[in-house]
């Protein structure tokens, strides 16, 4: 996916101008070209170039302005950041601020060429990024401290937010004026990670004053003068456009200024979200309901998906002949697992302020996908992307719901202000989202293992069915490949149980039923790692042994899947008695180049006033994501997805009759409630391997681990989701 057009180097610096006196430093990806390193006065005559870097602020005040290129949604990376560039900068943590990036080509993600957030790569793709902005900064204050003392700049170091030379010290804040006109250094050297001082270290978080003191901005606290609020009524069925509608009723409710046809719906724009709410109420809409609004049920297209596991599909992965290899096998596994649509659900319903006057749309909202929103949204307008400014707010939460392919409710809010022609505010209520979003896909997927007279795989065919994500959107041409979606299959196709069995064969459906699907925190491998700890499950009980010491067996070549087992097994106390009516059980899943190990203490209650059949008492993580920059931010991110799964594990789905979707908010599409947290324990593996992320990798293994539990306490195999205690 091409990024639009950088804008012209004098806007920026005339915005850069804005941002007060001090030093502003954009950086540099190796080996690209270098966009720009001076102050904003001085700025006007520095090169131009396009190569993708961002940048950070040195103020005469002392404070150091992190931007970040991606979007906080929770996950920590406002404080992980600017640990980066704090600990090369040796700047004053205390003076440290951040703020969202703009949209604009600099923040490119490194990796995938446009600005976003997801896959859980923020901190690995810009952990030599955002390095090398703090030691380029560094090594312009050394440089001005040098001159100011008339020593050498190798007698000058920093602590601390100071320059100092023996007995002679200057705040960073100044040395800024001349800091900034000094040529930058063509190579910066890194610190030793022996002399890291933030870089590892648990570090309490930035943004959690801002949230708790109510001065964090979300989308939803967007606010200014002539801002309007909308609401769209959209068609109940997947599919389905407008034939017609009255706006008499809605027009009458106080303060509804203008009712517009958008190409999602019929916008009703007011003075307020209730007055917006109201009139939505009233209006009167007749619908083209369009091909799905009879025949789409879930039980239906359940039965549709098992009829093609016994037909051919893509080969996702193979080797030798696993259906004659199953033949010879001593013991054979068979077994079918079905898991549901989901929704995201995020806290903060889905919104976004439009405002389009002079030659400009503003937008104010919280995104996963600044890039794609940017280009989408000066195609409405007619406008260059350059004139489209996105002001990224916090997020309350996402999980992949604000990153669609279509910028679906980024796209509908600039309709919304265009047909308005007012500044608008487009809302979404949870009922909306949950209703007439995107999900999480439901997949069904059957297996057959054959084990050795030892208990170890010999054969292996796998055959997966539900729709891909991918197929029909922008990224289709570049992550669609022979007919297999690789999100669909990963988990699966690259799990080390598979690859490591001489005769396997994983074969991958993807029918389309007209309900949009997208990624959901862990995309594939919520579903995959569900099915795969599940399944091996399964193979330890027919090989008649401990699931633990099994796993050991088959990952003996996998050594990082390996210490994650071996370590959660040794703090949860593996293989000790428990209190009378609970079990354990163990899931170890690889994703997002993390490793992570799950045991589950669990106890069930078949009683008919139990609230919670299924009660988790404690979750033993242990998880090598590779260095962990804050250990902190990686500890909380195990525990929210953690949480995350077990709401899923435990009780969520989307369901759908007539073509429509059956819940709407918390009390029929339920999460994991306060009183049902367990107890988490998270070890991180001490590493130096290659870097993963912490965002999503927490959420696969949760749901096998409770099953397994369950499997061990009652004998019961459960191999859907939600799990459901079947009747005694």
Request: proline residues 6%; hydrophobic residues 45%.
């Amino acid at each position: 996916m091409n990024a639009p057009m950088h804008p012209s180097r004098r806007t920026f610096l005339k915005a850069s101008a804005t941002l007060g006196a001090g030093l502003v430093v954009a950086f540099v990806v190796p080996g690209a070209k270098r966009f720009a390193m001076a102050a904003p006065e001085a700025a006007a005559a520095a090169s131009t170039g396009l190569a993708p870097n961002a940048y950070l602020r040195v103020g005469d005040d002392d404070s150091v302005t992190v931007l970040i290129a991606h979007s906080e949604m929770g996950q920590g990376i406002w404080t992980t950041l600017a640990m980066l560039i704090a600990e090369e900068l040796d700047a004053d943590w205390s003076k440290i601020k951040v703020e969202h990036a703009p949209a604009a080509p600099p923040y490119a993600h490194t990796a995938f060429g446009m600005q976003m957030t997801g896959g859980s790569t923020t901190t690995w793709s810009e952990f030599d990024r955002y390095r090398q902005a703090g030691a380029t900064a560094r090594a312009l204050l050394v440089a001005a401290a040098a001159a100011k003392f008339g020593v050498p700049a190798a007698q000058v170091r920093t602590e601390n937010g100071f320059a100092i030379a023996g007995e002679r010290r200057a705040r960073y804040g100044e040395l800024v004026e001349a800091a900034a006109k000094l040529p930058a250094p063509a190579t910066v050297a890194l610190k030793d990670q022996k002399d890291w001082k933030l870089i590892g270290q648990p570090t309490r978080r930035l943004d959690t004053p801002e949230k708790i003191s109510g001065r964090a901005q979300f989308g939803m606290d967007v606010q200014f003068e002539g801002l309007l609020t909308a609401l769209v009524a959209r068609a109940p069925v997947f599919g389905g456009t407008v034939k017609s509608f009255d706006a008499t009723a809605a027009k009458a409710v106080p303060g509804v200024r203008n009712v517009v046809q958008v190409p999602s719906g019929v916008a009703v724009v007011a003075d307020h979200y209730w007055a917006a709410k109201l009139g939505r109420d009233a209006l009167k809409v007749e619908w083209d309901l369009g091909p799905h609004a009879a025949g789409l049920d879930s039980a239906a297209l359940r039965e549709q998906f098992r009829t093609l596991i016994v037909t051919d599909g893509a080969i996702a992965t193979q080797a030798g002949d696993a259906k004659a290899a199953l033949g010879k096998a001593a013991t054979t596994v068979e077994a079918e697992y079905h898991v549901p649509y989901l929704a995201h659900a995020p806290m903060e319903p889905l919104n976004c302020a439009v405002k389009i006057a002079d030659g400009r749309c503003e937008i104010w909202t919280g995104t996963q996908f600044q890039t794609l929103d940017q280009q989408i949204a000066a195609k409405i307008t007619g406008l260059a992307p350059e004139q489209v400014q996105i002001h990224t707010t916090f997020l309350g939460g996402a999980f992949g719901r604000r990153a669609t392919p279509t910028s679906d409710f980024v796209s509908e809010a600039v309709h919304v202000a265009k047909a308005a022609n007012a500044p608008v505010k487009t809302v979404w209520t949870r009922e909306d989202d949950i209703r007439g979003g995107y999900y999480r896909p439901m997949y069904v997927q059957h297996a057959r293992v054959g084990l050795d007279a030892q208990g170890r795989p010999v054969a292996w065919h796998q055959v997966m069915v539900g729709q891909s994500i991918i197929a029909g959107s922008p990224f289709e041409a570049a992550m669609l490949k022979n007919g297999i979606d690789a999100t669909s299959v990963e988990g699966v196709a690259d799990s080390p149980y598979i690859r490591d069995v001489p005769d396997h064969r994983v074969e991958l459906h993807s029918p389309q039923t007209g309900i949009p699907v997208l990624w959901w925190r862990s995309v594939g491998h919520s579903y995959n790692g569900f099915v795969m700890e599940s399944l091996v499950d399964e193979l330890a009980h027919a090989a008649r042994q401990d699931p633990v010491a099994y796993r050991r067996t088959l990952l003996e070549k996998h050594p990082r899947h390996l210490a994650a087992l071996n370590l959660a097994a040794e703090k949860a106390g593996w293989g000790s008695a428990l209190p009378q009516g609970r079990a354990r059980g163990v899931a170890v899943h690889e994703s997002f180049g993390s490793f992570i190990a799950q045991i589950a203490e669990v106890s069930v209650d078949r009683s008919p006033q139990a609230r919670y059949p299924i009660r988790v008492h404690r979750v033993v993580c242990a998880i090598d994501c590779g260095l962990a920059v804050n250990p902190e931010g990686v500890r909380a991110q195990m525990e929210s997805g953690i949480a995350f799964g077990l709401g899923a594990a435990l009780h969520s789905e989307v369901t759908f009759r007539d073509g429509q979707v059956q819940q709407s908010n918390y009390h029929d599409y339920q999460v994991l409630r306060l009183d049902e947290m367990p107890k988490v324990e998270v070890h991180n593996v001490p590493s130096t391997d290659r870097m993963g992320g912490a965002g999503e990798p927490g959420t696969p293994p949760i749901a096998p681990a409770v099953a397994n539990a369950i499997f061990a306490l009652t004998g019961q195999r459960l191999r859907e989701l939600p799990l459901r205690l079947p009747s005694a």
